[in-house]
């Protein structure tokens, strides 16, 4: 009921006026306020034992006659609620109702007004049914070009609503070969791919299914060029749509600075990473989300008193999933205030407290496991050397059992030369020396951020650089 008080409000009293029949009365005896409930008015319309079933359809009917109506009327000022979509549709319902009652001219002005509300917003559903409406319109009024154009013009929004449906379809099984193993799932995504580019669309919903299905297989292949062209595009795209493709706007953003991260190209990501957070609302998980990678971009790019400030504001996050990220983190961190990169004041860390918190996100999640094993394994070095020994025989057999997948072989490189510390008595210039060739892969290959993978807080090569400069002392 009470929106239809709202369109009540929003329409002309003139042509509330010319509505008739039961739905007249209804709207006659809404606008007298003389009922104060939905119950006393059922009373007043109705009697019998079908009383409350046909006031509800009378409220239905109601409804679509003053959502048809409220297009021609001129809303007040500061009204908010119309949008886009509901515009065309009232266009729409308008334009069908003056048809039935057989003013075809005014039913035409309304339906062609509704046809170029409806493709300048890309609705094309709602499209292709005013197409067929014009094109019917046409052969009724024994209009051969417009009928030729309007029969055209819905044999094309008829393919492009097939291939939407299509992408949609794919981009919704996605969720069903998460569990799947690597391999399963790779060659069930270049399927969907393959499947998709067979359609000639660019409409924006085509775009963000094929586009985000095409991103995610290239995180699973390590085609992080691939991921910045087609981010790109699917951004450019879209970009004149805010509101409507707002989230799906930041997810292309954010993948696009975290490809550019992988490349290190830490100032095109941090510019990206920024520019996607008009895109996500104020205190929504998607902005923390864009806050934690702004963090990790900062590590990468050695501003590491930016990252711990970021941490600070941001490690209480309401959102359960961003606070074990930041838990994560912390270990990182504290391995930095240890070999003196950053002041962290009168903050503590436990790495038995550390490991207790992160304990249910390293069973649920291997990438995760991997950040905790060796955000632990740094603490131990700076701190417990003992325990770090203790862990070495668990961290090889983990290195060889769980990262087998190439996508995640510079955490396998890493861990082999940490493995190797004791060997060496904890001389890092040696280890580093026999892993000379490792080295130089960690700093050839693209880092492992995004696309569900192990995140490198700080790239590894990084890493054993800050050991072998900064603990040297620690381990002569």
Known sequence: ?????????????????????????????????????????????????????????????????????????????????????????????????????????????????????????????????????????????????????????????????????????????????????????????????????????????????????????????????????????????????????????????RNQALAHTALREYVQAQALLVDAEKYAPPRSRNLGILRHYQAIVALHSSDYQQAYQLYRQHRKSPFKELREQWDIMSAYLYFLKKTGHINTGKDRFSIGKYLNETAAVARSSQGDKTNILIGELLVYLVDKRSQFIERMEATHQFSYKALKNSAVRRSRWLLRILCSLPRFHFKIDRALQHHSNLLAQLKEQPIQIGGGQTTEFIPFEQLLSILAQDLQHQVA
């Open 1 to 253: 009921m009470k929106q239809i008080k709202t369109y009540i409000d929003n329409i002309d009293s003139n042509l509330l006026k010319s509505i008739s029949g039961r739905p007249g009365e209804l709207i006659e005896l809404i606008r007298s306020n003389k009922f104060i409930s939905e119950k006393a008015l059922e009373a007043q319309l109705f009697s019998g034992k079908n009383a409350h079933q046909n006031f509800l359809n009378l409220k239905t009917r109601t409804k679509r006659i003053l959502n048809a109506f409220l297009i021609i009327s001129s809303p007040k000022k500061n009204n908010k609620t119309l949008n886009y979509f509901q515009e065309c549709r009232s266009a729409y319902h308008s334009g069908m109702y003056f048809m039935e009652r057989g003013n075809r001219e005014e039913s035409k002005k309304l339906l062609i007004k509704a046809l170029k509300l409806a493709k300048k917003n890309h609705f094309t559903t709602l499209s292709y049914n005013i197409a067929i409406e014009l094109r019917t319109h046409a052969s009724i009024n024994r209009e051969k070009s417009a009928y030729r154009k309007y029969k055209l013009l819905a044999k094309t929004l008829q393919a492009d609503m097939l291939a939407e449906n299509e992408a949609q379809e794919r981009y919704y099984e996605m969720a069903f070969i998460q569990n799947k193993s690597h391999k399963v799932r790779t060659n069930t995504l270049k399927q969907f791919v393959a499947t998709l580019q067979q359609y000639d669309c660019t409409t924006p919903d085509f775009v963000k299914y094929y586009y985000s299905i095409r991103t995610i297989l290239n995180w699973d292949i390590c085609d992080h060029l691939t991921i910045k062209r087609d981010c790109s595009m699917a951004l450019k795209i879209l970009k004149n749509k805010k509101g409507v493709y707002n989230s799906t706007l930041q997810f292309f953003a």
